[in-house]
């Protein structure tokens, strides 16, 4: 993983997910919740050979080489996206404060650590899955009707807002290649 400069685990990876996609705390390794999540990964890869690349339907590619324009993002944001996430990045929450839709920035968002704090990994999700709802077929009527630039605009403007740091950073990327959408 060039991020930590090593080979990360499984543990580790999930791990790394619940201190900056969560902005938590990591589980002890020996958990039950971990090992159950562990444990279901191994279930879901069963019939998989090791090494073999799986095709993941609502996963691709942005192309890196666009310039992010700002302004547009927060148009494409307000037109569509606020409705789920809110006019301030706050997400929505049902009556027993569970949250249905995520928040993008604030306080309970990932933090500065996060993939999805950098402009292009978002934007890549985004592009793919966002927004939720839009198709009528195919996994939870997921997204592909933005063209590149507009998931990268609509990125720039949401990776952008404040929200938690990340003290770990200091960490990352020992060995150098920081891509050119790091935070930090
Ligand atoms: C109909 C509601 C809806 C709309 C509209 C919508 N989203 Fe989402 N969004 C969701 C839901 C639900 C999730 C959580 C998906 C999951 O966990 O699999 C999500 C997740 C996300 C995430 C991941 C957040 C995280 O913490 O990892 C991002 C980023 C995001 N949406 C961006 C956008 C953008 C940008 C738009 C507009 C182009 C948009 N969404 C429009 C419902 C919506």
């Given at each position: 993983m060039p991020r930590s400069g090593k080979e990360v685990d499984l543990e580790g990876r999930i791990n790394g997910c619940f201190m900056r996609s969560m902005n938590g705390k990591p589980l002890p390794r020996e958990s039950e919740e971990m090992q159950a999540m562990v444990a279901y990964m191994k279930w879901l890869s069963q019939s998989t050979p090791k090494n073999q690349k799986v095709t993941i339907s609502n996963a691709g590619e942005v192309d890196t080489s666009l310039v992010a324009d700002t302004a547009r993002g927060e148009q494409i944001y307000y037109a569509q996206c606020a409705t789920c996430h809110g006019d301030n990045g706050e997400g929505m929450k049902d009556s027993r404060g569970d949250i249905v839709f995520p928040p993008l920035w604030g306080d309970e968002s990932f933090n500065?650590?996060?993939?999805?704090?950098?402009t292009y990994k978002a934007a890549a999700f985004v592009k793919y899955n966002?927004?939720?709802?839009?198709?009528?077929?195919?996994l939870w009527g997921?997204?592909?009707?933005?063209?590149d630039q507009d998931a990268v605009d609509v990125s720039e403007f949401f990776a952008h807002k404040p929200r938690p740091d990340f003290p770990?950073?200091?960490?990352?990327w020992p060995t150098g290649n920081k891509p050119k959408d790091a935070r930090y």
């Open positions: 500065i650590g996060a993939g999805m704090a950098r966002m927004p939720m709802g839009i198709q009528t077929k195919g997921h997204g592909n009707v933005l063209t770990g950073k200091v960490n990352d």
